[in-house]
């Protein structure tokens, strides 16, 4: 046997696996194969997207199931030993693992990151590969474990026999959080970003807490009563007979999983005491979802309840720490032990990419000033001075620019598609119930169908928030359009909303964080890839904060008053941020069963009503910033030219990778994994040019030919004439398919399958009559040759 001639997985399956198992590691619960660590970033251009490629480890093994301890790398026998050694240590910071080996089917490269010898890398030879024992006991060693805390970093995760293994991240985040408990750690804080599975993750982490008898009674505190119950249904559900729900203010304690809204258990000063019906070492632990909501508050009812159940171990889950002069999750649960934000669930594909539509409107930009004297629609004298954006909706309402605001995300909708869901954030109550009216006449003929196609979602409208859930479901058509103020600004986990309308000023980094973590869930059985959102109000002005962690794939403003509200189909991948304003806003959000009803004060503002004043959109621009946070403006050809001019050096450089490789559509595959969007770039330059021509073109202004005109040149030239009868009927009959649909079918022996191949016989016939397997392929291989001649 030729090592040399072995490929990659001949390398592991030959070599690296039975080395593995000679040391002793268990096939089946030790060592993963071809481990997935991300599942690509989904990259939008225009309507289309793709995805990425995705990471994947050669070998992950882990210590017990779920406690990844080393990684290795494999590379065939043409590679050095080391030669996949900085890849593999590219996995390993992602798992943040200690022990990482690369290998070519000699031996192993050895990199020991908690080396104490002074030496981090040696060659080992197949036969010396360490087993999981000595490895864990280097680690246990190096992190100075007791024999008891090894014992609960090593229990046991839930497991339903299947072969779900949590997402690399969530391992993360459940591993940290039980060392730190197991060190002695009380008070600790995860930050996931929302649809990153922060309730699955807090299951594994009470579940291995609770088996192990580390925590005997445990309290998990929600905040709203979908998500609880949701919870108890679905992630919680194998506690079984040993969870309740506190409900009706009851305080059972036969029971060791207690879940209960904030609400539950606070109240105003006769219901407050509850909770004191516990004992305050009653719970051994609590686990606080959405804790920036309250007990980062040290005036917050719940606090108190945290403070009273000092002694249990309190863990803090969110998506949006806040930090405010006033208001600190850190100053109570300290630095987040581990942290998943927005950006890299992005970039990892787990979570959606969106785009940013900027309309800005004349009087938004210039302010508008009443004529002296000058009366509102209800006869009241307006107060004289100029109004701007700070005051609309709130103490001045312009009722064209509702109509005109509600005109434009009509306009969006009938252009993509007016069955996305899409949710309205409005200043208040009162300018939610008029945008609601302003779109159901935008959208009458749909709004005649059925009453629910547009709906208000506030705190004070029980016919609303009765629909919550519908809107949440994916499964329920109706509604499609909901109004709100802040009821939904957290804890409304949309699926299939595809489109966020900011028409409010968002003062608070915290808020615009929930906000668009509405949107960020993927559901690719209903085509949610990506989402959009339309900012009237500036709110994502400033994204080039570092505070925020997210960043949109494409910042598109349109001008004229005609202009689409939709993005054109340019380049549109972005490294953007948002800017907070610190110290302002009042992160009120969906406080539990009820939102309160009116906004603070809200019945007392003196708000003019003028239905007169004309409100017209200005300036145009199509904008994104680049990794450099630079601000340029890119088409999708630019786009493709710049992607094309990192990966190739020159054209020469292409034309060599094109013509050694040998399946062209691999080719093709590896540049649309890089973002070239071959469909896009046909619509703009020709339906019936090759992907080959498609990039001499864009990238080396290469004049581009049809495929017919490539598969004429080649008859031109008599190709065909060094075959015999039978097989260079084949040879024209690929070349009319290759005219037809492209360069990919005729690479696949299963062509022969199909009109008007088997006319000529049967794929064997058709393959001896070239001589063979090889001479086939061969032949081919010649026919694309032939076809990219210069």
């Known amino acids: 046997m030729n090592k040399k001639q072995l490929s990659e997985r001949d390398i592991c399956s030959k070599f690296i696996t039975p080395a593995l198992e000679q040391a002793g ?67 390993a910071d992602m798992l943040q693992v200690p022990f990482v080996f690369s290998s070519n089917g000699d031996g192993f490269l050895f990199h020991n990151k908690i080396a104490t010898d002074g030496i981090i890398e040696r060659e080992l030879a197949l036969h010396e590969f360490p087993s999981a024992a000595t490895l864990w006991q280097e680690w ?71 088996k192990s008898r580390t925590k005997r009674r445990i309290l998990f505190l929600a905040d709203r009563n979908i998500l609880v119950d949701q919870t108890m249904t679905n992630d919680f559900k194998p506690f079984g007979p040993v969870m309740t729900k506190i ?111 900027r309309i800005d409107l004349d009087k938004d930009l210039t302010g508008w000033r009443p004529d002296k004297g000058m009366l509102d629609k209800y006869g009241n004298e307006i107060e004289d001075r100029i109004y701007n954006q700070r005051d609309f909706d709130k103490t001045l309402v312009l009722e064209q620019r509702t109509r005109l605001v509600a005109k434009k995300i009509s306009e969006f909708l009938k252009q993509t598609n007016r069955f ?90 915290t808020e615009f964080k929930q906000i668009i973590g509405r949107g960020t869930r993927i559901n690719e059985d209903y085509g949610k890839y990506y989402f959009t959102i339309i900012d009237f109000r500036k709110a994502t002005e400033l994204f080039a904060d570092p505070d925020f962690d997210g960043d949109p794939v494409q910042i598109y403003t349109p001008g004229h008053p005609d202009d689409s509200p939709v993005p054109p189909d340019l380049a549109d991948d972005c490294e953007n941020r948002s800017k907070d304003y610190p110290g302002l806003g009042n992160d009120a959000g969906w406080t539990g069963v009820a939102e309160p009803g ?22 145009e621009r199509v904008q994104y910033f680049d990794a450099n946070g630079k601000l340029v403006t890119e088409s999708l050809k630019d786009y493709t030219r710049k992607t094309l001019n990192r990966e190739f050096a020159s054209l020469d450089d292409f034309l060599r990778r094109w013509s050694r490789s040998d399946k062209k559509q691999a080719v093709i595959d590896e540049l649309a994994g890089q973002g070239i969007f071959f469909d896009a770039l046909a619509d703009e330059i020709g339906r019936d040019c090759d992907p080959f021509d498609l990039v001499c073109h864009v990238a080396w202004d290469r004049p581009p030919l049809t495929r017919r005109q490539r598969a004429e040149q080649v008859r031109q030239n008599n190709y065909f004439t060094r075959y015999g009868e039978q097989a260079r009927r084949v040879l024209e009959a690929l070349l009319d398919k290759y005219a037809d649909a492209g360069i990919q079918h005729i690479e696949e022996t299963q062509i022969l399958t ?37």
């Open 25 to 91: 590691w268990d096939l089946n619960s030790q060592i993963r194969e071809e481990f997935p660590l991300t599942k690509g970033r989904i990259i939008v251009r225009g309507k289309l997207h793709t995805r990425a490629t995705h990471k994947r480890a050669d070998y992950v093994l882990f210590y017990k199931p779920n406690l990844p301890i080393a990684i290795i790398e494999a590379k065939d026998n043409n590679h050095a030993l080391g030669d996949g050694m900085q890849q593999a240590l590219g996995y």
């Open 140 to 210: 246990v060693k190096h992190q100075g474990l007791s024999e008891r805390q090894s014992a609960l970093i090593t229990q046991d995760y839930y497991s339903d026999g299947g072969n779900k293994t949590p997402r690399y991240y969530q391992l993360l985040a459940i591993n940290k959080t039980i060392e730190a408990i197991a060190r002695g750690q009380n008070r600790i804080l995860l930050v996931m970003a929302t649809g990153t599975g922060k309730t699955f993750t807090a299951f594994q982490i009470i579940w291995r807490l609770w």
């Open 247 to 357: 409900q009706k203010r009851q305080a059972n304690k036969s029971y060791e999983i207690y879940l209960s809204l904030y609400q539950a258990v606070t109240g105003n000063e006769e219901e407050r005491n509850i909770y004191r019906q516990f004992s305050p070492d009653f719970f051994d632990l609590i686990v606080i979802d959405e804790c920036h909501r309250g007990s980062a508050a040290a005036d917050s009812a719940w606090r108190e309840i945290l403070e009273y159940f000092s002694s249990a171990t309190q863990i803090g889950l969110t998506a949006t720490p806040k930090e405010t002069k006033d208001v600190s999750n850190i100053d109570y649960f300290g630095e987040p032990i581990y942290t998943y934000s927005l950006r890299q669930g992005i970039d990892d594909g787990f979570l959606a990419p969106y785009k940013v539509v």
């Open 420 to 509: 996305d869901k899409t949710i309205v954030f409005c200043e208040n109550i009162d300018h939610a119930e008029r945008m609601r009216q302003a779109l159901v006449n935008e959208n009458a003929d749909l709004a005649a169908q059925n009453s629910k196609y547009v709906m208000r979602i506030t705190g004070d409208n029980e016919e609303g928030k009765a629909e919550l859930d519908n809107f949440i479901f994916p499964e329920s058509k109706y509604p499609v359009i909901a109004t709100t103020s802040k009821l939904m600004t957290t804890g409304v986990d949309a699926q299939t909303c595809k489109l966020i309308v900011l028409d409010q000023r968002i003062l608070s980094m």
């Open 598 to 619: 009116p906004e603070p004060d809200e019945a007392k503002v003196k708000r003019y009503v003028v239905a007169d004043v004309e409100v017209k959109v200005v300036a």
């Open 754 to 790: 199909i009109a008007p191949f088997d006319q000529f016989g049967t794929p064997l016939e058709i393959i001896r009559s070239f001589g063979g397997l090889d001479r086939y392929q061969q032949a081919v291989c010649e026919l694309e040759q032939a076809l990219y001649a210069p």
